[in-house]
Every structure is written in structure tokens, then in C-alpha cells.
Nanobody
Framework: QVQLVESGGGLVQAGGSLTLSCVVS????????MGWFRQAPGKEREFVAA????????DYAGSVKGRFTISRDNAKNTVSLQMNSLEPEDTAVYYC????????????????????WGQGTQVTVSS
């Protein structure tokens, strides 16, 4: 059974930084794309960032481009999201996910391309 566990969320002031991590067990994810999504209160879950199985291709939502950086460590079966210059609008529960298909190279922004999800970690940015 595949299990994804996110960590690193918390409360931060606007302009601050956080790094989210996601550890995957039950599957070696080196051949799968991985993504981060978020869901704010009262809103639908939305795409944040994704990285190809090899790490040579990344994609970001326009609202986070230039502020967030996704990376992966296949040896540790983890994916991370470095978030800088955080804004109150970034407040949400953040979820990591693993793609359905092996060697998937996008498009990455549809949640239906991901088969396994974590439980999420809360990020709150105060103004």
C-alpha cells in the first residue's frame, strides 16, 4: 500500500519561507512524476507544482512561479517544496501526489493524473 506523508507546514508571517517535504513508502517513486496541490477553505484543490520522474522537467502554477521550487530525491523517495516570499493567499492545506503513469511527462496540472495522495499539511500565512 502506497503511503505519502507530508510535513513542514506551519504558521509563518507574510514574506517568510517554509519547506514542505513528502515521504513516500510502499512504492519506489523514481519512475513517477510527483506533484503538489493545495486547497484553501471554501475553494477547490488546485495545482501548485510538479516534477518529472527524472527531475529534469518542472511546472508551476502562475501564482507561485518564481517563489516556489519543487525538487525530489529519488534515493530517499521524497519530494520537497521550497516556498519563499509567502503571501496570505498561499494559506491552504498542501498535498503531495504521485502520478498514475510511469515516466509521465505531463501535463501535470490535472489532479486526475495522480493516483496516490497524502493527507496534507496546513500552511498558514499571516499578514
Amino acid at each position: 500500500q502506497v503511503q505519502l506523508v507530508e510535513s513542514g507546514g506551519g504558521l509563518v508571517q507574510a514574506g517568510g519561507s517554509l519547506t514542505l517535504s513528502c515521504v513516500v513508502s510502499g512504492r519506489t517513486v523514481g519512475a513517477y512524476a510527483m506533484g503538489w496541490f493545495r486547497q484553501a477553505p471554501g475553494k477547490e484543490r488546485e495545482f501548485v507544482a510538479a516534477i518529472s520522474w527524472s527531475g529534469d522537467n518542472t511546472d508551476y502554477a502562475g501564482s507561485v512561479k518564481g517563489r516556489f521550487t519543487i525538487s525530489r530525491d529519488n534515493a530517499k523517495n521524497t519530494v520537497s517544496l521550497q516556498m519563499n516570499s509567502l503571501e496570505p493567499e498561499d494559506t491552504a492545506v498542501y498535498y503531495c501526489a504521485v502520478s498514475r503513469k510511469l515516466y509521465y511527462r505531463g501535463p501535470y496540472d490535472s489532479q486526475f493524473q495522480y493516483a496516490d495522495w497524502g493527507q496534507g499539511t496546513q500552511v498558514t500565512v499571516s499578514s
